[in-house]
């Protein structure tokens, strides 16, 4: 249970990253200045429909991965559904349509938006619990603490993350 909370929180977590941040670069791209706190607001708007279809993504990723032989699966379609916060925020396209396109800007791309925005994502996911790790070892700090500081890497490995996947989708588009 707590896999799965975990899980969606992280999903949701990250699309509206992803989804501030294509917003801020669509912006910057027009010449005007925008902070992240004005890119969540341009994603406002917009939030319900994005919530409800990354919660159409996560729900079939969460069933695929609760069983071992179909984790393939789920990688798959985690890679060919990654562009689906840009897609929403600034295509206007919701649930399944959302899917579809995301799907369609990866196909025959699936190699090089696996590598782009898979390998940041492990990165970004990995950093903070292995920084927590090294840290339980190597110091006696509370582990409340030691928490925070790999609850606080995560945070900051996060809109790098969605900078990437924000520029595959440019990329995917442009082509």
């Known amino acids: 249970l707590a896999l799965v909370i975990g899980a969606v929180l992280t999903f949701l977590g990250l699309g509206l990253v992803q989804a501030a941040t294509a917003c801020a670069l669509v912006e910057l791209d027009a010449g005007r200045e925008v902070g992240p706190a004005d890119a969540y607001r341009l994603v406002l708007p917009r939030l319900r429909p994005l919530l409800r279809t990354i919660a159409i993504f996560v729900i079939p990723w969460i ?9 393939p699966v789920a990688l798959w379609l985690a890679v060919r559904w990654c562009l689906l916060a840009p897609v929403v925020e600034l295509e206007g396209s919701v649930g399944i349509a959302a899917l579809r396109r995301s799907g369609s800007l990866v196909h025959r791309r699936w190699i090089r938006v696996a590598s782009l925005v898979g390998v940041s994502a492990a990165i970004a996911l990995i950093a903070g619990p292995l920084l927590g ?14 928490n925070l500081v ?4 995560y945070a900051l ?11 595959v989708y440019f990329d995917a588009r442009t082509r």
Do not use: S
């Open 133 to 146: 790790v090294a840290l339980i070892f190597l110091t006696d700090a509370p582990l409340a603490l030691l």
């Open 157 to 167: 490995t996060l809109p790098y993350v969605a900078i990437v996947t924000a520029y």
């Open 63 to 71: 069933v695929l991965t609760a069983t071992a032989f179909l984790i």
């Open 150 to 153: 790999a609850g606080v890497v």
